[in-house]
């Protein structure tokens, strides 16, 4: 990791500060390693550090007590995990593992604490960040109380293509844990979608062939 300044640059929160400031703040940060399938923390570990994703792709996790994995999100370059739980100062709330080969930025609680006092414009950075996810987790949650099958598969396309672009390197099983269905749910709603046109999808890939009536699906109500 010799460029971790330029890292934490291509992060939200941390693209305002100046050059000066930037490599104070990597100079906190130590860069570390993950081989796909490794947990970088666990549910219900100490919150020491938060972390920033340098290449790769990691997903934060739930499992249920009759352990089903539901998937709460995934972070690729560029983006923040495990900040919530230190900023708290509470055990993380759900686990993070590498869906791939990972490098990450870890930051330690207490040292950036004290960063954050001479960097009061990071904080609020933060604040709205936080708020951001917590509004996508609460219409994840009506979505799920309220959508059929094919539409919350449909939507949970939509928005890993808004952010990663139309081909996803997800597997069905995958898109099953984010969109709350079984994985015999999702591979015949995604079949369906296959038949019509809308998505190729195989060896652990889908692409959107047509956004418009993929958005369509995620629109419609029942009947």
Known sequence: MTDRAGVLKRSLIFSGLNADDLAALSELAAGRSFHEGEYVFWEGDPPTHFYVVASGRVKVLKHSSLGKEFVV???GPGEVFGEVAVFEDRPYPASAQ????TVALGIGRDRFLAFLAGHPEVSLRIINMLGGRLRDAQG???ALAGERAEQRVARTLLMLSSRLGPGLPFTRQDIADMSGTTIETTIRVMSRMKKAG???SGRGRTDILDDGRLKALGESSPG
Not at 98 to 101: G, L, R
């Open 98 to 101: 590498a869906v791939s080969d």
């Open 198 to 200: 809308i998505i190729r």
């Open 140 to 142: 994840r949650l009506n």
């Open 73 to 75: 999100a995934f972070f």
